[in-house]
């Protein structure tokens, strides 16, 4: 009797007879289920595609937030990266926040290796140590926490020189709460700056979208501005951090804190911690997406995007890995969550043809991210990633960004034919909602719905199934809310703006025009959360969902 060589990869039929054409997942970047309210630009929007689908076609909401999405609790929103994680992963896995978290609590952090080199270098040649990153609690790039437990422990073990160059969020937090973090930082340097021999400082900065956390090679001089800030001393020049928030604010009192132009503190006439031969850099952000370019500017001998003037021997590491397969950085504290099994692997190794498209803001999130934080193809002949180039403008100036553009690659796909599953991302409700700019999310939003109608013609027209859905939220929530859930208004009784994800549930929708009521919702299923799609994927491609998948959002009808 011979063994079964059947693979452990190979897709089994479900018995669902699929549709004769493919399965599109689209997802409405930052448009989640919000209250209704006068700051909900979802609801307030002119949307009647979503609104027909919603009413018509079977829908139900899921979680794209803490647990459900890997982080260490619901009180952490989710985002674009582990959101597309989970929905291309088909499972939940422990995400950058939850495993820096362990990783100090357990003190293996500081047992490992790097982190001792880091320490051993600034020790042996009295150097500074210097920490790069996004100075706040949002809990998406990186936690201040974190950054605190770091620099204690610094000071513990006698490194006597430290220089944090903090990244202004005003994103993923409030809009003009630098000040609270910057004064936060600046005591904790002054507690260890009475220490005899320590001097602990802020070197430099600015405003995360101007300065350094560039993503997907969208803007490349925003890493060079970090550059000359952080390493050769470049920059408008302030006695203090506060210093520079407050002139910038004084200049511009509507800028938010994430557009803060660069600076840099000096003292005695001087830059107070440029980056020179022999340093240690440890960029303290845990997401990748904004940390892989400046990596590069540190790490690669042959660097074209940008004249560095200079490139200081020392020695760099992130706070994790944030690309496995180009190696980036070199060096990390902590390691990435391994990301196996992926929907995009399980459909190459099936042979079956995928499209995946995006602008430049989210194509990473289509591509790297849904296949497991793993850059390039699982087959080149069976995959194509299409990336339509961004605006490079204020995202609230041109709010419909380029979803028209990717609305027609997907349908000359889709019309192309032979493709089993296509993925597209409309970053409109995240990238606008971020601004701040209620009208013009408004507009994004609406943008969405108009190239999803556009869309959901050409799907119903070669017989495919469309399953609709989002990341997380972001535009449903324009306004802060106080803890009784009343809108927070400032001393003129405005509202006050909210450019952070919110914690709200996102749609989803399954658009099958040839449903002839085969199948339900799961109710057992219910609350689902982005991990249940890769199964409900496979399901409505007519096959068994991999043995590890959560489970899938749909049933045969009646349960069987």
């Not at 025009?513 to 085969?518: C, I, L, N, Q």
Request: glycine share 12%; aromatic share 8%; hydrophobic share 40%.
């Amino acid at each position: 009797m011979t063994k079964s060589t059947k693979s452990p990869w190979q897709l089994v039929r479900n018995g669902f007879g699929p549709r004769r054409g493919p399965l599109v997942v689209v997802v409405m970047d930052g448009v989640g289920v919000g209250r209704g309210d006068e700051g909900d630009a979802v609801a307030r929007a002119r949307k009647p595609v979503l609104e027909r689908l919603w009413r018509e076609h079977p829908t139900t909401r899921l979680r794209a937030h803490g647990v459900a999405v890997g982080l260490p609790s619901d009180d952490d929103m989710g985002n674009s990266e582990v959101g597309h994680n989970a929905l291309g992963a088909g499972r939940v896995f422990d995400q950058g926040a939850k495993r820096v978290g362990q990783a100090l609590r357990d003190g293996s952090l500081f047992a490992g290796e790097v982190w001792r080199a880091l320490t051993a270098q600034c020790r042996g040649h009295a150097t500074p140590l210097h920490f790069i990153g996004l100075l706040s609690d949002g809990n998406v790039h990186s936690h201040v926490d974190q950054l605190y437990a770091l620099i204690r422990r610094a000071h513990e073990e006698g490194v006597a020189q430290l220089r944090v160059h903090p990244l202004l969020d005003g994103r993923d937090v409030g809009g003009q709460t630098a000040l609270v973090y910057v004064d936060a930082l600046e005591r904790l340097l002054s507690e260890i700056n009475a220490t005899p021999g320590r001097d602990y400082c802020i070197a430099s900065g600015g405003g995360r979208m101007v300065v350094t956390m560039d993503r997907y090679e969208a803007n490349w001089p925003v890493v060079e501005r970090g550059w000359k800030a952080h390493v050769l001393g470049q920059g408008r020049r302030f006695a203090s951090a506060r210093q520079a928030i407050e002139t910038f604010r004084a200049e511009d009192p509507t800028v938010g804190d994430q557009f803060l132009g660069e600076f840099v503190v000096e003292r005695d006439g001087q830059p107070v911690g440029t980056i020179e031969d022999d340093h240690a850099v440890v960029l303290f952000n845990f997401r990748g997406d904004r940390a892989i370019q400046i990596t590069r500017a540190f790490e690669e001998t042959a660097f074209a995007p940008f004249d560095r003037v200079r490139t200081p021997r020392v020695l760099f590491a992130g706070m994790m890995q944030y690309d496995g397969d180009l190696g980036l950085p070199k060096h990390y504290l902590v390691t990435p969550p391994t990301i196996d099994r992926t929907l995009g692997e399980c459909l190459a190794r099936n042979g079956i043809r995928q499209f995946a498209c995006s602008e430049t803001q989210k194509y990473g999130h289509v591509t790297y991210f849904w296949n497991g934080n793993r850059s390039g193809k699982f087959d080149e002949a069976l995959e194509t990633y299409l990336e339509v180039p961004s605006d490079r403008v204020p995202f609230e100036q041109r709010p419909w960004m380029r979803a028209a553009e990717i609305t027609d690659a997907t349908i000359a796909a889709l019309q192309g034919g032979a493709t089993g599953l296509l993925r597209i991302n409309y970053a409109n409700g995240d990238m606008v909602g971020h601004t701040g700019s209620l009208s013009s999310t408004l507009l994004a939003v609406e943008a969405v719905d108009l190239c999803l109608g556009r869309l959901l013609a050409v799907v119903e027209q070669v017989g495919g199934i469309a399953l609709v859905t989002a990341d997380h939220g972001n535009a449903d929530q324009m306004f802060e809310l106080k803890k009784n859930g009343e809108i927070e208004r400032d001393e003129a009784q405005q509202p006050r703006i909210r450019t952070a994800h919110s914690l709200n549930a996102v749609p989803f929708t399954i658009f099958d025009p040839a449903f002839a009521g085969e199948y339900e919702l799961a109710p057992d299923v219910a609350p689902g959360g982005l991990s249940n799609v890769a199964a409900t994927a496979l399901w409505l491609m007519g096959y068994q969902p991999l043995s590890d998948y959560d489970a899938a959002l749909v049933r045969p009808r009646g349960g069987g």
